[in-house]
């Protein structure tokens, strides 16, 4: 088994601790599924939400990620568009965020996990879980 770096596997939403399992259980793409997660890791059994509430605090991280998504969309309105009406930049905003946001929610997650949640990289936890 080829190990992956810490960057691959918040690039592929994977397990802090094993990174090997999912964690999310549906495509980015699926429309009502793209925010299912197990509880758990599939692979070594870590539990994903590490304190009551955990992921409240991925709420910090998305709305980092949506200010860059506006900030960006905004300033690419103002150059293609040659500063047009408001209601331009908000439909193009509006449609950039509502296309962004399951990305925006799974990697805030992922990100939170990966740098909030305490867990260091430890390839030996699956044969650890496999092997009970
Ligand atoms: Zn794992």
Same mark, same amino acid.
């Given at each position: 088994m080829k190990e992956k770096s810490a960057l691959q596997a918040i690039v592929k939403s994977? =397990? #802090? *601790? =094993? *990174? !090997?399992?999912?964690? @999310? +259980?549906?495509?980015? %793409?699926? $429309?009502?599924? %793209?925010a299912d997660m197990p509880s758990?890791? #599939?692979?070594?059994? $870590? &539990?994903?939400? &590490? !304190? #009551? +509430? @955990? %992921?409240?605090?991925?709420m910090y991280i998305s709305y980092a990620f949506s200010v860059a998504i506006v900030v960006t969309f905004g300033v690419a309105t103002y150059i293609i568009g040659g500063d047009p009406d408001v209601w331009v930049y908000l439909t193009v905003i509006s449609i950039a965020i509502l296309f962004f946001f399951r990305f925006t929610f799974r990697y805030a997650r992922t990100l939170m996990l990966h740098l909030f949640g305490g867990v260091s990289y430890d390839p030996e936890s699956i044969e650890r879980h496999e092997s009970r």
């Open positions: 994977k =397990c #802090p *601790r =094993c *990174r !090997e399992g999912d964690m @999310f +259980s549906s495509s980015a %793409f699926s $429309l009502t599924k %793209f758990h890791c #599939p692979a070594c059994n $870590l &539990r994903y939400a &590490r !304190e #009551p +509430s @955990f %992921f409240d605090g991925a």
